[in-house]
């Protein structure tokens, strides 16, 4: 393994270490506290905010920062997203990561946490999700066939 390598590993398991103890101690973990904060109607736990709060605040000055650089801390390139367009599919998404969010209490990375720390209901949540991407890549390769069919039959 080059040195590059090896100090990007590092740094990615570091980073993904940091996360997932920010995602523990935040409570982001604990389904019946994200299941509160998303009970606007009844009795609403609005600690979250504050963590929702600070990761936009670091989100904004990181992404600020990020657009002034050219290569990463490590040196490897920046791959920023260049879209801004919101189309149905965004949208699409959305609304379903935030219906699977209220009804599980659980988003992907708080949720893989708690798989690794063997939560049952997490490990249930993990694979629900990983057979829906799998599904997911399965219908959009059949769409990009389907389509690519389509232009050639037209030409």
Known sequence: MTTSLAKSRISEFVVGL???????????????KVLGFLDLAGLWDPSLAFVMGGAIAVGLFAFALAKKRTTSFLGGAMHLPTSSDID?????GSLVFGAGWGLAGFCPGPAIVSAGAGQPKAIVFVLAMLAGMWLFEMAEGRARRTSKNHQAGAL
């Not at 103890?21 to 935040?26: A, K, M």
């Open 88 to 92: 149905s599919r965004l949208v699409v």
């Open 18 to 32: 940091v996360f997932g103890l920010g995602l523990i101690v935040s409570g982001m973990t604990d389904p019946g």
